[in-house]
């Protein structure tokens, strides 16, 4: 069979819908050739390369739907409930009252026309999309979202949080107690879950990310978590402490806060999952530093 024509731009470069390319003059026939593959009903890409769901439905949105919920959680680089990590379900809201009816997409009808852009197409803006995740996510996973949106990655602020939630809506509940607890300072979903986990254990809340200096003021460095009254750190460590270098760095830091009095206290995802050797930890940090300071 001879190779079939060249397709026009930009049909030929990236991932498009069968309609507009019917609209183009593309004929039917010519989007059944070899050099294309159907990674969606409706969708055409050029063979060999690898398309997302996400990416193919972009290619089909119509004027009034957005990616929404988690999909927009995603889109935004925030952190999801690891359920949805390795789940390439997709989420569509629509303006009007027919729903997005696709393989792999969950449609949703939305009143909303707040819309913002991404690189597949309209997306929730993130207060917007952190209230969608409250019809489904724990309170503590929409905590760690909206630590995520709040914190560095400077996405929405608690006021635009508090503004996107919509009275007699799903999920009213869940963001509104979320809404409570969320904290500017966290910097990985862990470290969120990690203090959420400490004070439903009854301990102070901890001041976040707190930059600690010795007595002449030199920086001994910065700790994820803190009570600095009582000189006691948390400290969470994910994976990338396994690291030879980084775990000399955290041995050389922990040297200085040792010596100018402060206790450091190291957590894993171990500990998130089974808590009570951690918390004792604790307790005895608070009974000790609780006693030297009433002696003090």
């Given at each position: 069979?001879?190779?079939?024509?060249?397709?026009?731009v930009p049909f030929g470069q990236t991932t498009f819908a069968v309609g507009d390319a019917l609209r183009a003059g593309i004929g039917p026939e010519r989007l059944r050739r070899s050099d294309l593959v159907t990674p969606l009903h409706g969708v055409r890409a050029p063979a060999g390369t690898h398309v997302s769901r996400?990416?193919?439905?972009?290619?089909?949105?119509?004027?009034?739907?957005?990616?929404?919920?988690?999909?927009?959680?995603?889109?935004?680089?925030?952190?999801?409930?690891?359920?949805?990590?390795?789940?390439?379900?997709?989420?569509?809201?629509s303006e009007h009252d027919v729903a997005?009816?696709?393989?792999?997409?969950?449609?949703?009808?939305?009143?909303?026309?707040?819309?913002?852009?991404s690189p597949y197409g309209p997306v929730s803006p993130p207060a917007r999309a952190w209230f969608e995740c409250a019809e489904t996510f724990s309170v503590a996973d929409?905590?760690?979202?909206?630590?995520?949106?709040?914190?560095k990655a400077g996405l929405a602020t608690l006021d635009d949080l508090a503004a996107a939630i919509r009275p007699g809506a799903r999920g009213v509940r869940t963001a509104r107690l979320a809404l409570d607890r969320i904290r500017v300072g966290a910097e990985s979903a862990m470290e969120s879950h990690l203090r959420l986990g400490v004070v439903d254990a009854g301990f102070p809340e901890p001041e976040l990310n707190v930059d600690v200096h010795d007595a002449d003021g030199?920086?001994?460095?910065?700790?994820?978590?803190?009570?600095?009254?009582?000189?006691?750190?948390?400290?969470?460590?994910?994976?990338h402490h396994r690291d030879?270098?980084?775990?000399?760095?955290?041995?050389?830091?922990?040297?200085?806060?040792?010596?100018?009095?402060?206790?450091?206290?190291?957590?894993?995802?171990?500990?998130?999952?089974?808590?009570?050797?951690?918390?004792?930890?604790?307790?005895?940090?608070?009974?000790?530093r609780a006693g030297k300071t009433r002696r003090g």
């Amino acid at each position: 069979m001879p190779q079939p024509p060249p397709l026009p731009v930009p049909f030929g470069q990236t991932t498009f819908a069968v309609g507009d390319a019917l609209r183009a003059g593309i004929g039917p026939e010519r989007l059944r050739r070899s050099d294309l593959v159907t990674p969606l009903h409706g969708v055409r890409a050029p063979a060999g390369t690898h398309v997302s769901r996400i990416e193919a439905v972009g290619a089909v949105l119509r004027p009034g739907q957005r990616f929404s919920h988690a999909t927009a959680a995603r889109l935004w680089g925030a952190p999801v409930p690891r359920a949805l990590r390795d789940d390439d379900t997709v989420h569509v809201s629509s303006e009007h009252d027919v729903a997005m009816r696709r393989a792999g997409v969950v449609g949703h009808r939305s009143p909303s026309t707040e819309v913002a852009s991404s690189p597949y197409g309209p997306v929730s803006p993130p207060a917007r999309a952190w209230f969608e995740c409250a019809e489904t996510f724990s309170v503590a996973d929409l905590v760690a979202l909206g630590d995520h949106l709040v914190g560095k990655a400077g996405l929405a602020t608690l006021d635009d949080l508090a503004a996107a939630i919509r009275p007699g809506a799903r999920g009213v509940r869940t963001a509104r107690l979320a809404l409570d607890r969320i904290r500017v300072g966290a910097e990985s979903a862990m470290e969120s879950h990690l203090r959420l986990g400490v004070v439903d254990a009854g301990f102070p809340e901890p001041e976040l990310n707190v930059d600690v200096h010795d007595a002449d003021g030199q920086f001994l460095g910065r700790v994820d978590m803190a009570w600095p009254t009582y000189r006691i750190a948390l400290e969470y460590d994910g994976d990338h402490h396994r690291d030879q270098d980084t775990y000399r760095h955290d041995q050389r830091r922990n040297n200085g806060f040792t010596v100018n009095g402060w206790l450091v206290i190291h957590a894993t995802a171990v500990d998130l999952a089974r808590p009570a050797v951690l918390f004792e930890r604790l307790r005895r940090a608070f009974a000790d530093r609780a006693g030297k300071t009433r002696r003090g």
